[in-house]
């Protein structure tokens, strides 16, 4: 077990530094990135309107959280698995959600007034990095699979 340990110190050392960048950016989140949501969602937002809010910056803020996290996650599986091919198709799944939320995102906070909890879900896909912990099992799943 413990040979294990030091042959994948590497793959160990980087998922932490990753996951403390993750904490970093969590942290910080006040002050990297102009999201007025951040304290609306603190509060008793199920009879709240939603805020008054800069799209232009507000989607600028959520795009950069998101690439960030992005950047990362890919880092990570690939520290982790070593596979181009999971990469690219972790980045292309990356894409797609990005342009779903983003659109549902819109969606949400232009036409469902009333949508507080349905956008309080799609914008904790954007800003945290949740797919991350589903492709990380689902990718080991799959290598575990094709081995036997």
């Given at each position: 077990?413990?040979?294990?340990?030091?042959?994948h110190?590497?793959?160990?050392?980087i998922?932490?530094?990753?996951?403390?960048?993750f904490?970093?950016i969590?942290?910080?989140?006040?002050?990297?990135?102009?999201?007025?949501f951040l304290?609306?969602?603190e509060?008793?937002?199920?009879?709240?309107?939603?805020?008054?809010?800069?799209?232009?910056?507000?989607?600028?803020?959520?795009?950069?959280?998101?690439?960030?996290?992005?950047?990362?996650?890919?880092?990570?599986?690939?520290?982790?698995?070593e596979?181009?091919?999971?990469?690219?198709f972790?980045?292309?799944?990356y894409?797609?959600?990005?342009?779903?939320l983003?659109?549902?995102?819109?969606?949400?906070l232009?036409?469902?007034?009333?949508?507080?909890w349905i956008?309080?879900?799609?914008?904790r896909?954007?800003?945290?990095?949740?797919?991350?912990?589903?492709?990380?099992?689902?990718?080991?799943?799959?290598?575990?699979?094709?081995?036997?």
């Amino acid at each position: 077990m413990l040979n294990k340990v030091f042959e994948h110190k590497w793959k160990i050392i980087i998922a932490f530094i990753i996951v403390t960048c993750f904490g970093i950016i969590r942290a910080f989140e006040n002050q990297l990135f102009y999201d007025p949501f951040l304290v609306y969602f603190e509060s008793d937002f199920k009879s709240l309107p939603f805020p008054e809010v800069d799209l232009l910056r507000l989607f600028g803020g959520l795009l950069f959280r998101y690439f960030l996290n992005t950047a990362l996650s890919l880092v990570l599986i690939y520290s982790l698995f070593e596979d181009g091919e999971i990469i690219k198709f972790s980045s292309i799944l990356y894409v797609f959600f990005l342009l779903l939320l983003f659109g549902m995102f819109l969606a949400i906070l232009k036409f469902y007034s009333d949508g507080s909890w349905i956008l309080f879900y799609v914008r904790r896909f954007i800003i945290q990095p949740i797919f991350v912990l589903l492709f990380i099992p689902a990718f080991y799943y799959q290598q575990q699979n094709l081995k036997k």
